[in-house]
């Protein structure tokens, strides 16, 4: 089955600044990757999502890139503010199984 | 739209006792998920259904677990008998007909096995 690894597990960025999280995900066969914010006590909110046949996607101070050949995608959000601070999970899925395979999550710090 | 529905928001019970979730799709979403939610194993996939019909249950961990939809617009996920170690939030998603296309989660129950 599919496996997504989510690296750092922790981030601190200064607020204003840029941060960017990293995915690698093991099935060749996955064509959908979402990215969701979820805030202590709330439920996973989707962010942005890309597909296979796109390489990059930006919805305002969001984007995610797509490498499928390394098998890897990233979120990065730019212009940091206070209300960013949340943990965020990549998820991915495709080949057959809809259901998300979730990597451990990133907890966001946004220092002011 | 009213979102994905969930009932309770908070459970706590006993363990041995028998605990059912429910959930209320998105009206018009064909794929309906259940989800668990740990610190030690994250966001885990239990079951889904497309079509009110279950797809992959590969994810429900023991034989306590069941889930069923009778209808577009109703699932349950039931645990039977609860232990300790089942303690965690359940999300329910749902998904619109389509490949790829976005999941919507619920607000989640809180589930305490005492």
């Known amino acids: 089955g599919e496996n997504v690894e989510q690296h750092p597990s922790t981030l601190s960025v200064q607020e204003g600044d840029s941060a960017v999280i990293k995915c690698t995900y093991s099935?060749?066969?996955?064509?959908?990757f979402p990215w969701y914010k979820q805030e202590l006590g709330k439920r996973p909110q989707l962010i942005i999502d890309?597909?296979?046949?796109?390489g990059e996607k930006k919805d305002q101070r969001i984007a995610v890139t797509l490498n499928k050949t390394a098998k890897h995608f990233s979120l990065h959000i730019t212009e940091t503010q206070p209300e960013d601070s949340a943990v965020y999970f990549c998820?991915?899925?495709?080949?057959?199984?809809?259901?998300?395979?979730f990597g451990k999550g990133t907890h966001l710090i946004i220092q002011p | 739209d009213a979102g994905v529905i969930q009932s309770p928001r908070h459970e706590v019970t006993e363990m041995g006792q028998e605990v059912t979730l429910r959930c209320k799709p998105i009206?018009?979403?064909?794929?309906l998920f259940w989800y668990r939610q740990t610190m030690m194993r994250g966001l885990e996939l239990l079951i889904y259904?497309?079509?009110?019909?279950?797809?992959?249950d590969s994810g429900m961990p023991e034989d306590r677990f069941s889930a069923k939809m009778p209808n577009a617009s109703f699932s349950t996920l039931k645990i039977q008998p609860s232990e300790p170690r089942d303690s965690a939030v359940y999300f329910c998603?749902?998904?619109?007909?389509?490949?790829?296309?976005?999941?919507?989660f619920g607000d989640g129950t809180r589930l305490s096995i005492l």
């Open positions: 998603a749902s998904r619109p007909q389509g490949a790829n296309q976005p999941q919507h």
């Open positions: 259904f497309n079509n009110n019909v279950p797809i992959d």
């Open positions: 099935d060749s066969a996955s064509n959908y």
């Open positions: 890309i597909r296979s046949n796109v």
């Open positions: 009206s018009g979403h064909n794929s």
């Open positions: 998820a991915a899925s495709g080949g057959g199984a809809d259901g998300l395979t």
